[in-house]
């Protein structure tokens, strides 16, 4: 992805050079999205092929094997219907980029970006490369529509800079977002995240971002790295777990007794996906030097479910009593968050899981948009 940066002299580009440039990456997008949709379909066809084939040899009996590809065709339906708002989204980042402007920003262009040696950082005396990689991760998601004016009040000072996206009906999507990471370049721990889909309030385009409003995490190396590459603030909570069952995963807090803070997702699914995008904005720097960001990660998995208004279990604790992921003074209590959210006794909108997730996690680029 190219880096966001404010369109200079006079300020009216001319109308040639925008065809051009238009033409340009309907051809380059085009050529993606066709590459993607051969892809998917000679992968989804070898899948079936191959399990039609095993099936077949163990003595399964037809109406299964008509079952299971029935599922693969829908698996592959959802696939391909993704490569459409993908290509659309990378499209509506590039188009806000000055042509002709270099692919990566300058090293020595404090604004382009805070690496100070092209994708390596410096996190606990330490060099981290970027983009990060996670080699085998698990993940639950819960999606809500909550009060856009709420939603805005969740921002705090943050709302000087972004606004909650209306959905319509002034409703905003809220993510509770469960990961288990298991290998990944940050560590082996689990992450319970609340996230707004938000836009730019000088972005005459209103591209969707992530922002996130919490994320709890077990260790340090990972805060740190959060904090040094994208400005993150993570809150570190030891007691926060994750325990699997059959049918379903928690995430949460570890306590004997009492109520305290932990979501139950559905585990279930059989679907894939590839390389998936998610656009983040955050804000880093102190004072005057303090800049926006947004980051690109795309996501892939297998063992995938999607479903309208599943049973997802959010259970809040009580503050004070250590339960509620504020214990520890200096970050915002996540339960009295969720409880201004008026959702703990709502099933979400939608909700989803998979298995066994892999991700790439790109650096920081400038969010500087266009006047």
């Not at 002709?100 to 981290?128: R, T």
């Not at 996130?212 to 590459?229: G, M, N, S």
Request: net charge negative.
């Amino acid at each position: 992805m190219m880096p966001i940066v404010a369109r200079s002299g006079n300020g009216h580009p001319s109308v040639k050079g925008d065809i051009q440039r238009l033409a340009e990456m309907t051809f380059r997008f085009g050529g993606q999205a066709y590459g993607q949709w051969w892809t998917i379909l000679g992968r989804g066809w070898q899948h079936e092929i191959n399990s039609l084939v095993r099936g077949t040899m163990a003595s399964v009996p037809p109406t299964e094997l008509l079952r299971g590809m029935a599922g693969g065709y829908v698996n592959c339906l959802g696939e391909l219907a993704s490569i459409g708002p993908s290509m659309i989204e990378q499209a509506a980042m590039e188009l806000t980029r000055q042509p002709g402007a270099s692919a990566e920003p300058s090293l020595f262009d404090e604004d382009a970006g805070p690496e100070p040696e092209g994708e390596i950082f410096d996190v606990d005396s330490k060099p981290f490369a970027m983009p990060a990689r996670v080699q085998d991760a698990s993940q639950g998601w819960a999606l809500y529509f909550v009060p856009t004016e709420a939603a805005n009040r969740a921002l705090g000072a943050a709302g000087d800079v972004f606004s909650a996206f209306d959905a319509g009906g002034g409703r905003t999507p809220l993510m509770i977002v469960g990961v288990d990471y298991r290998s990944s370049d940050f560590g082996c721990y689990p992450e319970f995240v609340l996230a707004l889909t938000v836009v730019a309030n000088d972005d005459p385009a209103k591209q969707l971002f992530t922002y996130y409003l919490a994320i709890v995490v077990t260790q340090q190396f990972t805060r740190e790295a959060a904090r040094v590459v994208w400005g993150l603030e993570k809150s570190i909570h030891p007691r926060l777990v994750v325990r699997y069952a059959r049918d379903e995963v928690l995430f949460g807090l570890s306590r004997q007794e009492g109520k305290a803070l932990s979501v139950r997702f559905p585990r279930f699914g059989a679907g894939r996906s590839s390389d998936l995008p998610t656009f983040s904005v955050s804000r880093r720097g102190e004072g005057l030097q303090r800049r926006t960001y947004w980051a690109l990660t795309t996501k892939s998995g297998k063992g995938e479910g999607m479903q309208i208004g599943g049973s997802v279990a959010l259970q809040l604790g009580m503050p004070g009593n250590g339960a509620c992921l504020c214990a520890d003074g200096n970050s915002a209590c996540l339960c009295d968050m969720l409880r201004a959210f008026d959702i703990a006794d709502r099933l979400p909108a939608a909700n989803g899981w998979t298995e066994r997730q892999t991700a790439v996690f790109g650096p920081p680029r400038l969010l500087d948009l266009p006047g």
